[in-house]
């Protein structure tokens, strides 16, 4: 397994990627809704965001040169903390006939080196508390659970 840092270029394969992840979270909450039908339309949005970002790295998951899927990194910092520097797992997919054949593992364990490289000190990750599949996974990966996201819609 590869990362290779997305280009403008891959930013059509990058909104499929996401639009793909996207609509799998649908069912876990309202507030998950797309405000989209089409990948197309997320494309300047991904570029924007995902590629050009500041504090963001697309890459994606090459093995045996094809592209199986993306992940998204955010580093940041809490600069009050003696373990300040993190790597954020923003999106992690694998496209579907590639899963669960290691590929998600194998992800994490190149953003495990890539956060090293960067001396950062943890890695962190989301999931939606009802995806028990993304949460085993974690678990399984090495993450433990540290603190729980409340939303409130407003109205």
Known sequence: MDLVEATRDDA??????????ASEMEPYSE?????????????????????????TTAF???????????????EGEHPSRA????????????????RSQGHGTAAIECVER????????????????ANEGARNFYEDSGFTEKQVTYTQRVE
């Open 31 to 55: 507030l998950n809704e797309l405000a989209h039908d089409d990948p197309e339309d997320v494309v300047e949005g991904i570029t924007r965001h995902h590629i050009d970002g500041d504090d």
């Open 12 to 21: 059509e394969l990058l909104a499929e990627y996401w639009f793909q992840l």
């Open 114 to 129: 890539l956060a090293r490289e960067r001396g950062v000190d943890y890695l962190k990750v989301s999931c939606e508390w």
């Open 60 to 74: 994606l998951l090459e093995v045996d040169g094809r592209t199986v899927g993306s992940v998204l990194v955010r």
């Open 83 to 98: 373990l300040d520097r993190y790597l954020q797992i923003v999106d992690l997919f694998v496209e579907q006939g590639h």
